[in-house]
């Protein structure tokens, strides 16, 4: 179960082949072996030493997941950081992990620059598409190009020393304000995740063969792909981003039968005309997560593709996956399928314990896939796991046979596009507008992209304040995907007796305004 172990698995079992297509561009298994070797090599020339933290924040491509088995490789750890993140946020992430270095990309480095500019010894900075080292042009921190640091590296390494429960990965949760927490995920947790896929894939006599990466790789679906693509002799057409037409010629091209999307994918591809003029007819499903698909979309989508949606449930803490709907078994709408093999779940009252079948309760979850904890945050991690039970904060019942609702999000948490969103983190940021009295953040549902954010705002006496001020105000301070979608002003938010805010209601308001607007 340890990760640098799977390139040597795959190349023993599969022999070479092309495992990742980029545009014209395919690097077989072997060749990304060893591009990882030669990396781990540099990076130890660059000082970087067993069980530090090395950032990888680029778009989707190739070095993703050379940079992934590179770190590993040199016994340091991984924190894979999403490219839309503000400047702020990524600098928050560098100075509590404590990161010696950071692999990156030319299209990301102006942030990079901004978040590092202020520090006194900022990481390591190892660029992809640079020629030659050069200076940094913001804050003038050298900048290694990632191609010389490999071309003047062995591409044979010594076999790290690491162990199951080694930490693999610390994947940060992304936040404006206050302390987000970095998820814990060791050899074990990541390998036997990946492991369970790939079983149930193989109990449905599903062949390997092409899928589209084009969710951010830069995230834990990164590594579980990539995961799974070793043990299982599978390739990936990446992309960037998201666009219809690019994905349908993947899927004629390559005859891609699945790949993993989030609703606002689904969305698209159910909507656009476009999709008519490919041969789509190899693909025979979508897996989909994030946030629940309306039944709408999911039989539209069926209509047109003749293919089907499996909706699964996982989180960071969980490596990812905790449920999934199986090939081969009923798919219940509404219900984000079975246990993982290998995981256990429990809803449970507020004491921890059991509920029975069909009541709903917050959702316990326990397995060799769950985080040991959060880095440099004990009481974090105490409050989390508790006798073993890893509690996710999520209500939802289970039922007779097995399968999984989630019922409402317990800390109120946003998922937008397959992004997560921190209701409390925008809530303070938006009531530090001098013209906010008080601010609540909701999530409402979208067909589109699962659920969309609306900041409900009531103005301070006599403030003169438009919602195009106060949506400029959070862009300015957020990555794009957190900035509300719309304002919503009222003169007072609900309350209950005690003055707690109403949120169940104001959904409900700021949904009906929003659609009047």
């Given at each position: 179960?340890?990760?640098?172990d799977?390139?040597?698995?795959?190349?023993?079992?599969?022999?070479?082949?092309?495992?990742l297509?980029?545009?014209?561009?395919?690097?077989?298994?072997?060749?990304?072996?060893?591009s990882?070797?030669?990396?781990?090599?540099?990076?130890?020339?660059?000082?970087?030493?067993?069980?530090?933290?090395?950032?990888?924040?680029?778009?989707?491509?190739?070095e993703?997941?050379?940079?992934?088995?590179?770190?590993?490789?040199?016994?340091?750890?991984?924190?894979?950081?999403?490219?839309?993140?503000?400047?702020?946020?990524?600098?928050?992430?560098?100075?509590?992990?404590?990161?010696?270095a950071?692999?990156?990309?030319?299209?990301?480095?102006?942030?990079?620059?901004?978040?590092v500019?202020?520090?006194?010894?900022?990481?390591?900075?190892?660029?992809?598409?640079?020629?030659?080292?050069?200076?940094?042009?913001?804050?003038?921190?050298?900048?290694?190009?990632?191609?010389?640091?490999?071309?003047?590296?062995?591409?044979?390494?010594?076999?790290?020393?690491?162990k199951?429960?080694?930490?693999?990965?610390?994947?940060?949760?992304?936040?404006?304000?206050?302390?987000?927490?970095?998820?814990?995920?060791?050899?074990?947790?990541?390998?036997s995740?990946?492991?369970?896929?790939?079983?149930?894939a193989?109990?449905?006599?599903?062949?390997?063969?092409?899928?589209?990466?084009?969710?951010?790789?830069?995230?834990?679906?990164?590594?579980?792909?990539?995961?799974?693509?070793?043990?299982?002799?599978?390739?990936?057409?990446?992309?960037?981003?998201?666009?219809?037409?690019?994905?349908?010629?993947?899927i004629?091209?390559?005859?891609?039968?699945?790949?993993?999307?989030?609703?606002?994918?689904?969305?698209?591809?159910?909507?656009?005309?476009?999709v008519?003029e490919?041969?789509v007819?190899?693909?025979?499903?979508l897996?989909c997560?994030?946030?629940?698909?309306?039944?709408?979309?999911?039989?539209?989508?069926?209509?047109?593709?003749?293919?089907?949606?499996?909706?699964?449930?996982?989180?960071?803490?969980?490596?990812?996956?905790?449920?999934?709907?199986?090939?081969?078994?009923?798919?219940?709408?509404?219900?984000?399928?079975?246990?993982?093999?290998?995981?256990?779940?429990?809803?449970?009252?507020?004491?921890?314990?059991?509920?029975?079948?069909?009541?709903?309760?917050?959702?316990?979850?326990?397995?060799?896939?769950?985080?040991?904890?959060?880095?440099?945050?004990?009481?974090?991690?105490?409050?989390?796991?508790?006798?073993?039970?890893?509690?996710?904060?999520?209500?939802?019942?289970?039922d007779?046979?097995?399968?999984?609702?989630?019922?409402?999000?317990?800390?109120?948490?946003?998922?937008?596009?397959?992004?997560?969103?921190?209701?409390?983190?925008?809530?303070?940021?938006?009531?530090?507008?001098?013209?906010?009295?008080?601010?609540?953040?909701?999530?409402?549902?979208?067909?589109?992209?699962?659920?969309?954010?609306?900041?409900?705002?009531?103005?301070?006496?006599?403030?003169?304040l438009?919602?195009?001020?106060?949506?400029?105000?959070?862009?300015?301070?957020?990555?794009k995907?957190?900035?509300?979608?719309n304002i919503?002003?009222?003169?007072?938010?609900?309350?209950?007796?005690?003055?707690?805010?109403?949120?169940?209601?104001?959904?409900?308001?700021a949904?009906?305004?929003?659609?009047?607007?």
């Amino acid at each position: 179960m340890i990760l640098t172990d799977l390139p040597e698995q795959s190349l023993e079992r599969f022999g070479e082949y092309p495992m990742l297509y980029a545009g014209d561009r395919q690097v077989t298994n072997l060749e990304l072996r060893n591009s990882a070797n030669r990396l781990a090599n540099g990076l130890r020339r660059l000082g970087v030493t067993a069980g530090e933290r090395v950032i990888v924040c680029m778009p989707n491509c190739p070095e993703v997941f050379i940079a992934y088995q590179g770190i590993l490789r040199a016994e340091a750890v991984v924190l894979p950081v999403m490219t839309l993140l503000h400047p702020r946020e990524i600098g928050f992430i560098i100075e509590a992990s404590g990161a010696s270095a950071i692999i990156t990309s030319q299209s990301v480095l102006p942030a990079i620059e901004q978040a590092v500019a202020d520090m006194d010894a900022p990481p390591k900075l190892v660029v992809a598409g640079l020629v030659r080292d050069q200076s940094g042009p913001t804050a003038g921190t050298p900048c290694h190009s990632l191609s010389s640091l490999m071309a003047d590296a062995a591409a044979e390494i010594r076999k790290p020393a690491l162990k199951e429960d080694d930490v693999a990965v610390i994947l940060f949760t992304s936040g404006t304000t206050g302390q987000p927490k970095g998820v814990m995920l060791t050899h074990r947790n990541l390998y036997s995740n990946a492991a369970s896929a790939v079983q149930l894939a193989e109990e449905a006599n599903d062949e390997p063969g092409t899928t589209i990466g084009v969710l951010p790789l830069a995230h834990i679906y990164g590594f579980t792909v990539a995961n799974t693509l070793f043990l299982k002799g599978g390739r990936m057409v990446i992309m960037q981003k998201f666009d219809v037409r690019a994905v349908c010629e993947a899927i004629q091209n390559h005859r891609v039968r699945a790949f993993a999307t989030v609703p606002a994918m689904v969305h698209a591809l159910t909507h656009a005309p476009e999709v008519d003029e490919y041969d789509v007819s190899s693909l025979e499903s979508l897996g989909c997560g994030s946030a629940p698909l309306p039944v709408s979309l999911i039989e539209a989508f069926r209509a047109r593709f003749h293919a089907e949606i499996y909706e699964g449930y996982g989180l960071s803490e969980a490596s990812p996956t905790v449920t999934a709907h199986r090939k081969g078994e009923p798919i219940k709408p509404g219900s984000v399928g079975r246990a993982f093999p290998g995981v256990e779940l429990r809803i449970a009252d507020e004491k921890g314990d059991p509920l029975p079948v069909g009541e709903v309760g917050e959702l316990l979850v326990r397995g060799e896939n769950i985080t040991p904890g959060y880095y440099n945050n004990e009481e974090a991690t105490r409050a989390a796991l508790k006798d073993g039970w890893f509690h996710t904060g999520d209500m939802a019942r289970l039922d007779d046979d097995g399968y999984l609702y989630i019922v409402d999000r317990k800390k109120d948490l946003i998922l937008r596009g397959g992004f997560n969103i921190y209701p409390r983190d925008l809530e303070e940021l938006i009531s530090r507008h001098p013209a906010v009295a008080e601010v609540a953040v909701v999530g409402v549902p979208s067909e589109r992209m699962g659920e969309e954010v609306i900041a409900v705002v009531v103005r301070k006496p006599d403030a003169d304040l438009c919602e195009e001020e106060l949506l400029a105000f959070c862009q300015e301070r957020l990555a794009k995907y957190k900035t509300p979608r719309n304002i919503v002003f009222m003169d007072a938010l609900p309350r209950n007796g005690v003055g707690k805010i109403l949120k169940k209601a104001l959904r409900e308001q700021a949904s009906e305004q929003a659609r009047a607007n």
